[in-house]
């Protein structure tokens, strides 16, 4: 999405969570969610068998209490009228030590889950971070940033409340439903029978709230991706934001979408409502009707007193982790679309791997070739047609030609941030799909328009490619660009905090400091896409000066539109559509009278 435009693509957040919608319906994406979930757990399945053992124990000891309090009425109280109160003491001594180890084990078993779900978190997490760090710049320029951030926030939050509360609850819920329906039929299988009538209902109004809140919660993760992307673009693109006055047309478009993650959670709630209330009139038309077949057979005579109490706790019991259940499912549902999501994420595969067995570069000289190479983003049209062309190793060559012409992507092919669809790219005789991204990043750097800076200290920005390197290596760095003395001049120095994106300094300085970054660096081949484009004069010749030390013995490729820089290559290829339409000395192109000579005179026309 564009803040200007206020629309969103079809790559963006509408498009992705229909897509996501769509497969998350097969069951291709389940296995997917349930492999991720067991490969997380799998590591932990002694903790969890640990915790499994204390619910147990838990679940055994709630479940007894109706028992003794069967055994306290109909053979305690008869003993202790005919003054045995021994009985009594052992019963009751039983049902505080019960109700204790019951209360022990579920705080243990509890401590033990969540060690567990929080271990799973962090483990979740760091595989996210670490799989959107290695996926390809293919996936990053498609895949924004607001979705990126809704992965690592709002997804994983869902699978927080799940791990946190929710498999702690349905566990203990699930064990204590099983033992009351064992205890109750061990007591009176006549009243059980009662039960699994009653159980006839309450599976219809489960399922049927399956089926609704699974539909619901998928809605209400779309709303809330599709909301968090808005805020994130908007807020990063609030330069253009305000500079198009679009703050009126953003803040509808954020109303609108806030206004359907409020109906979707609306939806829920609805759904909550009529589930929870349904199942406490059935629970409560059940114990009724227990309570009338026990009643009537108490005074038959064919049950104690005692049974049918007990029979009436088991009864009450059972409904109550049901509703637990249901609200599990509220959580699982939540969940499992954020797991479709999270897992869908990790499913991504870089389109630039990592070769199997790399060819060492210890030493790389710098020579480029590019054999017959052709290239097209995804499913679109070839932008670079059969391209073959050589650098050898130290020659400056500088790329000119209109918007669209392939000089950007030229750049990304040598520096393999995509790879040819067809053809070689070869660095010193190697192609460069057979060297490791270690080699190949210390061999080819490239300093983009863009200019990033991370929070933290100058210092720090400018040795981000050697942090090992030495003050006086870093400082030597800013002096080749010029950036010294402005440095220097920083309240802390090269220890001043540039802050986020560097957003103390300016756009100029950010591009002067991320050239001394690549100078640190110290690479065999230098990329400048559009590098000066920042720049203003006084600045731009500086770093002329600069670039002339820095490009001395090393192989560089110059793209630029500011025909000012070129002056300082020894080479340049006017390129249109993927080819190369001139080739040779600037000034031998500029007395040969074709489209470089137009060019640089439209230039200098321009700056006159």
Known sequence: MTAATGRLRPTDARADDATDLDRGTSRAVRRRSLHLLGQLLRPRAGALAGAGAL??????????????????????????????????????????LAAVLGGLCAGAYVRAAARVAQSVLLELRRRVFRHTQRLSLEFHESYTSGRVISRQTSDLEALRELFDGGLTGVVSSLMLMVFTAGALFYVDWRSGLVLLVALVPAWLLTRWFQRRSQQSYREQRTASA???VKFV???????????????????????????????????IFGVNGRYQPGLVLIGNLTVAAALAYGGWRVVEGTLDVGALVAVLLYVKRFFQPIQQLGMFYNALQSAVAALEKVSGLLAEEPTVVEPSDPTPLPSPR????????????????????????????????????????????????????????AGRVLLDGVDVRDVSGTDLRRAVVMVTQEAYLFSGSVRENIALGRPDATDAEVEAA??????????????????????????????????????????????????????????????????????????????AIIIAHRLSTVDIADRVLVLEHGRVLEDGAPADLVAAGGRYAAMQAAWRDSVA
């Open 55 to 96: 619910v147990v124990i838990s679940t055994l000891a709630q479940v007894s209490g109706p028992l003794l309090v069967q055994a306290a009425i109909d053979t305690a109280l008869p003993a202790l009228r005919e003054g045995d109160p021994t009985r009594l003491v052992v019963v009751g001594g039983i049902y505080v």
């Open 226 to 228: 599709r909301l968090i």
């Open 233 to 267: 673009e908007t807020m990063t693109g609030m330069r253009a934001v305000q500079a198009f006055r679009r703050e009126a047309t953003d803040d509808a478009e954020y109303g609108r979408l806030g206004e359907q993650y409020r109906d979707a959670n609306l939806r």
């Open 366 to 421: 710098g020579e480029i070739r590019l054999q017959d190479v052709t290239f097209g983003y995804g499913d679109g049209p070839v932008v670079l047609p059969r391209l073959d062309l050589t650098i050898p190793a130290g020659q400056t060559v500088a790329l000119v030609g209109s918007t669209g012409a392939g000089k950007s992507t030229l750049a990304k092919l040598v520096t393999r941030f995509y790879d040819a669809s």
């Open 478 to 555: 800013a002096r080749a660009v010029g950036v010294h003395e402005f440095v220097t001049s920083l309240p802390e120095g090269y220890d001043t905090d540039v802050n986020k994106r560097g957003g103390r300094v300016s756009s100029g300085q950010r591009q002067l400091l991320s050239f001394a970054r690549a100078f640190l660096a110290d690479p065999a081949v230098l990329v400048l896409d559009e590098a000066t484009s920042s720049l203003d004069i006084p600045g731009e010749r500086l770093v002329q000066r600069g670039l002339q030390t820095l490009l001395a013995d090393r192989t």
